[in-house]
């Protein structure tokens, strides 16, 4: 689906990939719904947008609030006129701890955000895209949602949640109007630690100089809109991803010890 005059909603437009996502698209021609849970980064994107700072409206809420998720699509048509396109980008991480460690409170928290929120917006959305000529959902995985990452065991389960759950919607809508795409982004230059409430640990500077290069979040956006506009299945971000499936399909079990090797550094002794 082109996005020239298409009107997408965006998830997490307040920052990292969502805003990058958000500031390409309307330099694009599209216009923007940007979801997030901040207030004050939704105006800043809106800011960023300069010229094209009137094709964006703002919608604040949390993704995994079903009831506010429910009342969206009849706000953005009211803001719109209709909605053609959805990416599902908001998520967050866990804390780097071991499953054994890891409060309930912070696995509920990953799984609400992450995967229920991505099935509210999905189920809120697919009525209202199914009326259109041509429409899109894209899901945002990830790397770890296809390879385990230690200290990241309850964040790579929701990832691969949406990642069988998108795959699943992929096989429902073929015969219909909605195309869709899963993505899977390796490490991105963003801030989600810091808006996931998670503690950076002391040494994570140094572990990530030894792990993988990251990607930037206009790349990614650029990669995720050309995935969109060229209906592809999957989309993956950056080398490291591609390497890690590459690898994970080549030896599950090799490319498993190979990523603890890399991210043990970052998980509590």
Same mark, same amino acid.
């Given at each position: 689906?082109?996005?020239? @005059? ?33 207030? =004050?980064?939704? !105006?800043?994107? *809106? ?14 809420? $949390?993704?995994?609030? +079903? ?7 009849? &706000? *953005?048509? /009211? ?8 990416? @599902? $980008? ?9 499953? #054994? ?10 799984? #609400?955000? =992450? ?8 189920? /809120?959305?697919?009525?209202?895209? &199914? ?6 959902? *894209? $899901? ?11 200290? &990241? ?23 219909? #109007? *909605? ?11 963003? $801030? ?10 002391? =040494? ?12 930037? /979040? ?11 506009? +060229?209906? &592809? ?5 950056? @080398?490291?991803? !591609?390497?890690? @499936? ?14 603890? =090797?890399?991210? !043990? ?5």
């Amino acid at each position: 689906m082109k996005v020239l @005059n298409k009107i997408i909603v965006v998830t997490g437009a307040g920052s990292g990939m969502g805003r990058a996502l958000t500031l390409a698209l309307v330099k694009k021609g599209a216009r923007v719904a940007g979801v997030d849970i901040h207030e =004050n980064t939704l !105006k800043e994107t *809106v800011e960023l947008a300069g010229q094209h700072r009137d094709k964006i409206s703002i919608h604040v809420l $949390n993704v995994s609030d +079903r009831q506010a998720v429910n009342a969206l699509p009849d &706000q *953005v048509i /009211a803001a719109h006129g209709a909605v053609d396109g959805l990416i @599902n $980008n908001a998520g967050i991480i866990q804390p780097f701890l071991r499953l #054994n460690d890891l409060e309930y409170a912070a696995i509920e928290r990953v799984l #609400n955000v =992450n995967l229920y929120g991505v099935i509210y917006m999905t189920k /809120a959305f697919l009525p209202h895209l &199914q009326k259109r000529p041509a429409a899109h959902i *894209v $899901n945002v995985s990830s790397m770890g949602g296809f390879f385990p990452v230690p200290g &990241q065991t309850l964040y790579g389960a929701s990832k691969a949640g949406v990642k069988l759950l998108t795959e699943g919607l992929y096989s429902e809508l073929l015969e219909t #109007n *909605v195309h869709v795409t899963v993505v899977f982004p390796g490490a991105i230059a963003t $801030n989600i630690t810091q808006n996931s409430g998670v503690p950076i640990p002391s =040494n994570a500077a140094s572990e990530s100089s030894q792990s993988f290069p990251t990607t930037s /979040a206009d790349d990614a956006a650029e990669t995720i809109i050309k995935g969109m506009e +060229r209906d &592809q299945f999957q989309v993956y971000i950056g @080398n490291d991803a !591609k390497l890690m @499936n590459f690898l994970y399909r080549l030896s599950p079990k090799r490319a498993t010890q190979f990523m603890y =090797n890399r991210m !043990k550094g970052l998980l509590p002794q």
